[in-house]
């Protein structure tokens, strides 16, 4: 993980360290062994505690928050910019690829120190192949099969 990305995640892991969130994309599959570039950080939460996640983040906020109904997203949706690093925020409400109570199935990874709540590679590569997303689909389904058979 660059130094950049880094930096803004431990930013929004000690600012909502109480709230029911869960880190999903290109950075989840990252810390969970997951040789891939990250450009932003993508947070799922619930519709009930992005409110709360605008306003704790609201000075980084970038883009006021909207309803997204296209490509069966049907979540809220709110940006910001820390340390110039762009973190989407998606508070599910019946989004299409994921279940409103997949944040039952986060799991803790423990990175540098910190605790960082992450969706498990089973459910992100059930994401990816409702998405169509070839490419993360491979990726995802390369590490599970190697941490099956017991090579890192």
Same mark, same amino acid.
């Given at each position: 993980?660059?130094?950049?990305?880094?930096?803004?995640?431990?930013?929004?892991?000690?600012?909502?360290?109480?709230?029911?969130?869960?880190?999903?994309?290109?950075? /989840?599959?990252?810390?969970?062994? @997951?040789? &891939?570039?990250?450009?932003? %950080?993508? $947070?799922?939460?619930?519709?009930? +505690?992005?409110?709360?996640i605008v306003e704790i983040l609201k000075k980084y906020q970038t883009k006021e928050m909207?309803?997204?109904?296209?490509?069966?997203?049907?979540?809220?949706?709110?940006?910001?910019?820390?340390?110039?690093?762009?973190?989407?925020?998606?508070?599910?409400?019946?989004?299409?690829?994921?279940?409103? /109570?997949?944040?039952?199935?986060? @799991?803790? &990874?423990?990175?540098?120190? %910190?605790? $960082?709540?992450?969706?498990?590679? +089973?459910?992100?590569?059930?994401?990816?192949?409702?998405?169509?997303?070839?490419?993360?689909?491979?990726?995802?389904?390369?590490?599970?099969?190697?941490?099956?058979?017991?090579?890192?």
């Amino acid at each position: 993980m660059n130094e950049k990305i880094e930096k803004a995640l431990r930013v929004v892991i000690k600012k909502l360290k109480r709230l029911n969130y869960a880190l999903i994309g290109s950075v /989840n599959l990252s810390l969970q062994g @997951i040789d &891939i570039q990250s450009r932003d %950080i993508d $947070i799922l939460t619930n519709s009930d +505690e992005i409110n709360e996640i605008v306003e704790i983040l609201k000075k980084y906020q970038t883009k006021e928050m909207y309803f997204d109904e296209s490509e069966g997203r049907n979540s809220y949706r709110a940006f910001f910019e820390i340390n110039g690093i762009e973190i989407e925020i998606l508070g599910n409400v019946n989004n299409a690829c994921r279940l409103k /109570n997949s944040l039952n199935k986060k @799991i803790y &990874i423990n990175y540098k120190g %910190i605790k $960082i709540p992450c969706m498990p590679l +089973e459910e992100e590569l059930d994401v990816y192949k409702k998405m169509n997303r070839e490419d993360k689909i491979k990726l995802i389904k390369d590490k599970i099969f190697k941490i099956r058979k017991g090579i890192s």
